[in-house]
C-alpha cells in the first residue's frame, strides 16, 4: 500500500470555481480554516471563458468581502438590455423599473481576483489534484482522499466537506438519495470573442427567424457574441464570414452596426440544460453551485447562483463550526433551492422565448412562434411585465424568495 499524507483542515473544498473560492475566502473571514482542492491548473481556471454578467447583489456581496477593488475599477455597469425582433428594438431601463443595475466583468476575472485573495492570504489552493475519493460522509469525521500533483497520495480530514466541482465533478454522486429534474434544449450558442470594439453600450438579446443571438462585451476592446446552433453543430461547419453574416441578420436593427475582429479564441458550442439535484446535502457533504444546479446561460444566472448558495453556506457552516448550531445546515438545501428554482424559471423562461423551437422553416411550430412573439410584445409594452424581467435580472435580494 502506498503511504499517505495525512493533514486536517476545518472546511475541505472539491473545486476552484467560484463557488469554492468564494465559500473559502467568506470562511477564513470567520476565522474558519479551509483547503481548496481542484483538478485543473491555475493557468487554466483563470483563462476558462464564461458567462460576465453580475448581479447587484452578487456586486454588493463581492464589495463587502473586500473582493472588489479591480471588479469596482474595470466592470462595466449596465442600466439595462434590449430585446429585438419583429426587426424592432425595445430597451428594458433596469434602472428606472427597479432602481438597480447589472456589471459586466468577465468570471474567469472574479476567479483571478479569488485566487489573488486566497494566495495572498497565505491559504493553500491544491491544484492539479486527481483520484478524488470522499469519505465518512455520515460521520462527524469525513476525509477527502486524492493524489497531489507531485504524485503523492493524501488525506484531508475535516469536519465538513464542500462539493464545489460543478457539473461533472464526484460531489453530486456522493449523495445516495439524489433526485435529479432536468430538461435539455435542442439548441446550442455557439461562442465567439472578439477583438472588436462594442458598438453598442449595452447587451442585446434578439430573437429572429433564423434563431437567436446575443450580443455582449468583455471590456472597451473585446465582444462575445453567441448564435444559437443545432446543440451538435461542429464549430468547423462555422467560418468567420459565415459567423459575422448571420450575427449581422439576427441582430440588424436600424442605426445598429457591427465591429468586426479577429478572434480572440476558437469559436466552441455549449448544449444547453437545465438541472436541480436535491438534497444538497448529505450528512457533513454540502454541494454548493454548478455541481447542484444547472441552468441554461440565457439571463446569466450561472455564477450568481454559486454565489448566492456559498453566501448560505458559509452563514451555516459558521453557526456549526463556531456554536455547535446546526439549524442553518439542517435548513441550508431547501432555503438554497428557493433561490436555484427562481432562477431555473427566469432562465428556462428568457430560453423560450428567444429561442427558435423547430428547424422546419416551412412547416415550423406556428402555435409557438405567435406565442413567443406576443410574450415579447407583452413584456416590452407593460411596465408590470417589463419590472418582472429587470428584477429578476438584476438579481432578487439575497434571502428574498
Ligand atoms: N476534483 C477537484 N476539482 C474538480 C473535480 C474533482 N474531482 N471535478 C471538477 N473539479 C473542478 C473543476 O475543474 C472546476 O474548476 O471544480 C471546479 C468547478 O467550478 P465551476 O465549474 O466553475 O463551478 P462553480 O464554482 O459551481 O461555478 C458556477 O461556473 O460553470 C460555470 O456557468 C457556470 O457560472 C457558473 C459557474
Ligand atoms: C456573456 O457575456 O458571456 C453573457 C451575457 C449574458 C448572457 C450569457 C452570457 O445571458
Known amino acids: 500500500m502506498r503511504t499517505q499524507v495525512v493533514s486536517r483542515t476545518q472546511v475541505g473544498i472539491v473545486g476552484a470555481g467560484p463557488a469554492g473560492l468564494l465559500l473559502s475566502h467568506l470562511l477564513s473571514r470567520r476565522g474558519i480554516d479551509s483547503v481548496v482542492l481542484e483538478a ?27 473582493l472588489a ?32 443595475g447589472i456589471t459586466v466583468y468577465g468570471q474567469q476575472e472574479v476567479v483571478k481576483d479569488l485566487i489573488a485573495a486566497r494566495v495572498d492570504a497565505g491559504e493553500p489552493i491544491e491544484f492539479e489534484v486527481s483520484d478524488v475519493v470522499l469519505d465518512g460522509l455520515t460521520t462527524d469525521a469525513p476525509s477527502i482522499g486524492y493524489t497531489a500533483a507531485d504524485g503523492t497520495r493524501r488525506r484531508i480530514e475535516c469536519d465538513v466537506v464542500a462539493g464545489c466541482d460543478g457539473f461533472h465533478g ?36 434578439a ?58 479564441e476558437r469559436p466552441s458550442v455549449t448544449g444547453m440544460r437545465s438541472m436541480v439535484a436535491e438534497p444538497m446535502r448529505h450528512g457533513r457533504l454540502f454541494l454548493a453551485g454548478d455541481a447542484a444546479h444547472i441552468v441554461p446561460p440565457t439571463g446569466a444566472k ?24 446546526e439549524t442553518g445546515v439542517d435548513t441550508y438545501s431547501e432555503r438554497a433551492l428557493r433561490r436555484i428554482w427562481r432562477a431555473e424559471h427566469f432562465s428556462w423562461w428568457m430560453t423560450s422565448m428567444l429561442h427558435r423551437f423547430d428547424d422546419d422553416h416551412a412547416n415550423g411550430d406556428a402555435f409557438g412562434r405567435a406565442l413567443q412573439l406576443s410574450q415579447l410584445r407583452y413584456t416590452v409594452s407593460s411596465r408590470a411585465a417589463a419590472t418582472g424581467l429587470a428584477e429578476n435580472y438584476v438579481g432578487l435580494p439575497h434571502g428574498a424568495v
Open 302 to 325: 450561472g455564477m450568481n447562483l454559486a454565489i448566492a448558495d456559498v453566501r448560505l453556506l458559509a452563514d451555516s457552516l459558521a453557526d456549526l463550526l463556531l456554536h455547535r448550531d
Open 69 to 100: 477593488a479591480r471588479l469596482d475599477a474595470e466592470g462595466l455597469p449596465h442600466g439595462g438590455i434590449s430585446l429585438r425582433f419583429d426587426g424592432g428594438d425595445h430597451r428594458i431601463d433596469f434602472a428606472d423599473l427597479v432602481g438597480k
Open 207 to 264: 430573437n429572429h427567424d433564423n434563431g437567436f443571438a446575443l450580443y455582449s462585451m468583455r471590456s472597451p476592446e473585446v465582444t462575445r457574441l453567441y448564435l444559437q446552433v443545432r446543440p451538435d453543430a461542429d464549430p468547423a461547419e462555422w467560418s468567420d464570414a459565415r459567423i459575422w453574416d448571420e450575427l449581422g441578420t439576427r441582430l440588424q436593427a436600424d442605426g445598429f452596426t457591427l465591429n468586426e475582429g479577429p478572434f480572440l
Open 170 to 205: 464526484v460531489s453530486r454522486r456522493a449523495v445516495p438519495d439524489v433526485r435529479i429534474a432536468e430538461r435539455e434544449y435542442p439548441f446550442g450558442w455557439l461562442g465567439i470573442l472578439a477583438k472588436a470594439a462594442p458598438t453598442h453600450d449595452e447587451l442585446v438579446y
Open 40 to 66: 485543473r491548473s491555475r493557468s487554466y481556471v483563470e483563462q476558462r471563458v464564461r458567462a460576465g454578467v453580475l448581479e447587484h447583489p452578487t456586486v454588493e456581496l463581492l464589495r463587502e468581502a473586500g
